[in-house]
């Protein structure tokens, strides 16, 4: 060490061997004035942002799906009524023939369409991604800078939509009820749109940070998710206002748009920066990714589930899979219908909607924080223990959507419903754990396929029973939420305090050990 330091002040008589202890030192030394040295706020902000990779993204798009959202319901609704206004004015003299859609009456019927459509649409959304997102989860995972052609791809089937959806807004007269759907459902059907999405995001994300903080920064990533709903319920009811439909539509269009204009500069610089890292695994595993088949790529990411591992590892995912397909099902059914209900009890609108939407996300983004920086990072929580808060949140707040008979009554439920937003990121962080770092794209394909079946199973199934009790007891749909949450609330109950608890740990320790041999 001495040599070294007395080579530091005569550069001439460095050697060769000595050049990596220079650059040590040097490093060493610049770290700790770094560290040394203050930042103000303008300074902690540009860090802030510049660390940032998919999480603009996941807001940006999330604008536009809740905004879509909406709009498509308030927009079929219109057509629904013109429909009706056609049908029932068939009269001698039609101008004297009036139908006025805001009736009770007349809502229920609307109302009953429009879940039908809503039901075959989701059944259309939702089916395609069951194949696609395998594949292009494995796709992506055989070359890690594949992540961003899957964002882009997913993104412009959400521009695809919105540019048909505008067209037919511009069109002289209105187009049925059935084309409507279609041009919803169909363009983002054949790219897996939102799923596609985070799957290529938490893989992103996965790939780019260390396992033990990959629970905080996927909660993030869905606290970004979360406000991209806030801001986007927010704007739709706003833009319907000021502009109509046509604004609001085209306003999504544009996010859209800087979504992916924002990816491409964002994931492809880090992914450059990125690649001298990744080039030596990548080099490693290069001939079994050549010999992989198309057929084997959509298998892929069911054989995580699948596969042998030692000790309980494939049970536990099989359970965290469960844990996943139920709740969130439970909370996508009840989204699914909550604005043609707050529309029939309360008779919202558009605006009144998305303040209470705005102010639902919200809860769920600040329950994000308070969960992934407060109790997983600080305090040291286990997955188990915050997915249970989760669980225990989302049944309590469905027996008060039940209950509630007034508008304080549905902005009550939003703050009992404040630890929600972890049914999403707690399977998924614990799946990543007990899996190899080689797998993390299968894993959230394999879950992007979860999120697939949910829609598909829960949004027809809660469309349904919400259209054949809705001029009787149209709560029924909350009961059906607070009993999907029950089977995750007891399993997440039994991994803590149970013998789950010493599975996880033999899973997560056998998992490291692999990491570890595959890195050597």
């Not at 899979?321 to 009840?334: D, E, I, V």
């Not at 529309?343 to 558009?350: A, I, K």
């Not at 303040?355 to 997955?383: C, P, Q, R």
């Not at 049914?423 to 799946?431: C, E, N, S, T």
Request: aromatic share 8%.
């Amino acid at each position: 060490m001495i040599k070294e330091m007395a080579s530091l002040d005569n550069p001439d008589e460095i050697t060769p061997k000595d050049e990596s202890s220079v650059a040590f030192i040097a490093v060493e030394s610049g770290v700790k004035d770094e560290q040394q040295k203050p930042h103000n706020f303008y300074e902690n902000s540009l860090r802030i942002v510049k660390s940032t990779s998919v999480e603009p993204v996941l807001v940006l798009s999330m604008m536009t799906v809740a905004i879509v959202q909406v709009i498509s319901q308030s927009w079929l609704l219109r057509l629904a009524c013109e429909e009706l206004t056609a049908s029932e004015c068939n009269a001698t003299h039609p101008e004297s023939c009036t139908v006025n859609c805001n009736l009770q009456e007349t809502q229920v019927e609307l109302q009953r369409k429009v879940a039908e459509v809503q039901a075959w649409r989701s059944a259309i959304e939702f089916s395609l991604p069951l194949v696609l997102v395998p594949f292009l989860g494995a796709w992506s995972d055989a070359e890690k800078n594949r992540r961003l052609p899957v964002i882009l791809y997913a993104l412009v089937g959400r521009i695809a939509q919105l540019l048909l959806v505008i067209l037919l807004l511009l069109l002289p007269s209105a187009p049925s009820l059935l084309v409507a759907g279609l041009c919803l459902a169909v363009p983002v059907a054949v790219t897996a749109s939102s799923m596609t999405v985070d799957m290529a995001a938490y893989s992103y994300i996965s790939d780019t940070t260390a396992k033990k903080i990959r629970t905080v920064r996927l909660g993030l990533a869905n606290a970004c998710w979360c406000l991209g709903s806030v801001l986007g319920l927010l704007m739709s009811g706003l833009l319907l206002r000021l502009g109509g439909e046509l604004l609001a539509f085209t306003t999504a269009l544009g996010l859209q748009i800087l979504a992916c204009l924002v990816s491409v500069w964002r994931m492809k610089k880090l992914s450059e920066e990125n690649e001298m890292s990744s080039e030596v695994e990548e080099e490693g595993d290069m001939q079994e990714k050549k010999q992989t088949t198309h057929c084997g790529l959509i298998l892929e990411p069911i054989s995580v589930a699948v596969a042998k591992r030692p000790g309980k590892g494939r049970i536990l995912i099989l359970l965290m899979l469960f844990n996943m397909f139920l709740a969130f099902g439970a909370s996508c059914g009840r989204q699914a219908i909550m604005f043609l209900y707050t529309r029939l009890r309360f008779q919202w609108d558009e605006v009144e909607y998305g303040f209470y939407g705005t102010f639902l996300m919200l809860m769920e983004v600040i329950g994000s924080v308070i969960a992934m920086s407060i109790f997983s990072h600080k305090l040291k929580l286990s997955d188990a223990v915050v997915g249970l808060m989760s669980c225990v949140s989302q049944v309590l707040s469905s027996t008060f959507y039940t209950f509630a008979k007034s508008t304080l009554g549905m902005y009550i439920a939003p703050l009992v419903e404040i630890a929600n937003g972890q049914v999403v990121v707690i399977p998924r962080a614990m799946v990543t754990k007990l899996t190899g770092s080689n797998e993390q794209g299968k894993v959230h394909a394999l879950f992007g396929c979860v999120e697939a079946v949910v829609p598909l199973v829960f949004e027809p199934l809660y469309n349904s029973v919400y259209a054949a009790t809705l001029d009787t007891v149209p709560q029924l749909v909350f009961w059906l939420s607070a009993i999907f949450t029950l089977p995750p609330t007891f399993l997440f109950i039994w991994l803590q305090w149970g013998s789950g608890k010493n599975w996880i740990a033999k899973g997560e320790q056998r998992s490291s050990t692999d990491n570890e041999e595959q890195k050597s």
